[in-house]
Each structure stands twice: as structure tokens, then as C-alpha cells.
């Protein structure tokens, strides 16, 4: 919490500009592309991650598949996590999210100009809907972030039971996925300390159709669940 404050202060300058911003993109969205809603979102964060006293690693961005629809699978860890990802993926890409976050501050603003999808728990009729529409979205060249333990781990670099369901916007699809590791990315936002954090975020090589077609969506998230779990052990 210390360290959001202190992101918040080093930008109190350019908070009406910003407001501006995020209420022209919200009420115009037509007047501008998915790709320039995201992209404006995406310098933000990394204004914002140079601000926040955060080393961030980033490496295996050459496993990312350089175009067409994909899934990426990372650990969950907190907030800092989606800050990672806009700072390793120069492509747009969707994220579905649960709908608790959208109580932060102006995050709705901004996850709805986005077009994210948000998931209802406990309702899988809405969940079942948004995984129909991320599918047909990688069918159609978008890609998408899902994290398959459901919400952060809370355990540091341990992660929780990978779900099965998580994969089946992709399996049906029939689109990559994309394994991903988050290191010590809870250190950012988690503890209540400004001293300069180092973290890392690792993309895997995917797995192609061909590669997990055979495999059910259980077998598939135990497989990324351990090949992520193995990369922390060998590099936390």
C-alpha cells in the first residue's frame, strides 16, 4: 500500500490530465482503435513502473508468438502482475479479470474502455459467456490473459491448484498457449515498503494445438502449472 501511495504522489501533477483522458476514451470509444485505447493504458503502467522503485527482468518475450491469437497463462501474485505484463508485451492483448477489481479506484473506467472481460464467480452462465467471447477473439488475431489459479496466490512463490477451465478459451480456439512465470511480483504492492524491489516475468515457449490436442483441460493446466512452478524453483 505504501509504495501505490507514493506511485500516486509522483504522478499528482498529471492526475487531471489524466482523468481527462480516461473520460474522453470512455465516452468516445469509437473515436479511437482498440490498439490506441490499449496502447495509452499500457505507457501509463510503464510510466508508472519506473516510478514505483520496481527492477522488473524480463525475458523469454522471443517465445511470444509474433502474430495471430494466443493464450497466456501467468501465476497470479497481485496487482504488480498486470503492470508486468504491459512493461514485457508490445502488442495489445486481452485480459479477463475477476469483477472484484473493478472496485479500484478508476479501474472500471479503464478496464472498460479496454473492453476487457470481467468474470462473475459463482455464475457460470456469465463466466461460460465470457469465455465464448475471449475464444472467438484469439480465433480473430487477439491476444488474451487469463490466470489460471483464479486469484493471487498469497503463498509468495508458490502457486495455487492451476484450474482446468482456465485453458478451454484456447482449447477451443485451438490457439497457442503461452506458459508464464511471475517472480517476487508481489514484493511490489504487497509489502508495505518504498525500498527497491527486484522482480522477474518469463514467457515459455507455447504450447501449439498439435502439442496439447490430445490432452484434457486438467492434464493441460497441470503441465503449465509445473513447468511454472519448476522455473521459480530454479530461479527464485
Known amino acids: 500500500m505504501l509504495r501505490l501511495v507514493f506511485i500516486v504522489i509522483r504522478f499528482i501533477f498529471e492526475i487531471p490530465f489524466l482523468l481527462v483522458q480516461i473520460k474522453k476514451y470512455k465516452n468516445h470509444p469509437e473515436k479511437y482503435s482498440i490498439e490506441e485505447r490499449i496502447g495509452w493504458t499500457r505507457k501509463l503502467l510503464r510510466k508508472a513502473t519506473k516510478r514505483a522503485r520496481v ?63 470481467a468474470i462473475v464467480r459463482n455464475n457460470l452462465r456469465q463466466s461460460m459467456k465470457v469465455i465464448r467471447t475471449t475464444s472467438k477473439e484469439m480465433k480473430e488475431g487477439m491476444p488474451a490473459v487469463i490466470f489460471p489459479e483464479g486469484t493471487r496466490s498469497k503463498k509468495g512463490n508458490s502457486l495455487n491448484e492451476f484450474k482446468g477451465g482456465s485453458f478451454k478459451a484456447a482449447i477451443d480456439a485451438k490457439v497457442p498457449i503461452v506458459p508464464c512465470a511471475m517472480i517476487d511480483c508481489f514484493r511490489v504492492l504487497d509489502y508495505n515498503s518504498l525500498k527497491k524491489v527486484h522482480c522477474q516475468i518469463h514467457f515459455f515457449k507455447p504450447l501449439t494445438y498439435e502439442d496439447y490436442k490430445d490432452m484434457n483441460s486438467t492434464e493441460i493446466a497441470n503441465y503449465v502449472e509445473n513447468t511454472i512452478q519448476d522455473y521459480i524453483n530454479a530461479h527464485d
Open 55 to 117: 527492477d522488473l527482468q524480463i525475458s523469454g518475450v522471443e517465445n511470444v508468438p509474433q502474430e495471430g491469437g494466443y493464450l497466456i497463462t501467468p501465476n497470479h501474485q497481485g496487482l504488480f502482475d498486470i503492470l508486468a505484463l504491459f512493461n514485457a508485451l508490445d502488442v495489445p492483448f486481452k485480459i479477463v479479470y475477476k469483477e472484484e477489481l473493478r472496485k479500484v479506484g478508476l479501474a472500471a473506467d479503464v478496464l472498460d474502455f479496454m473492453e476487457y472481460h
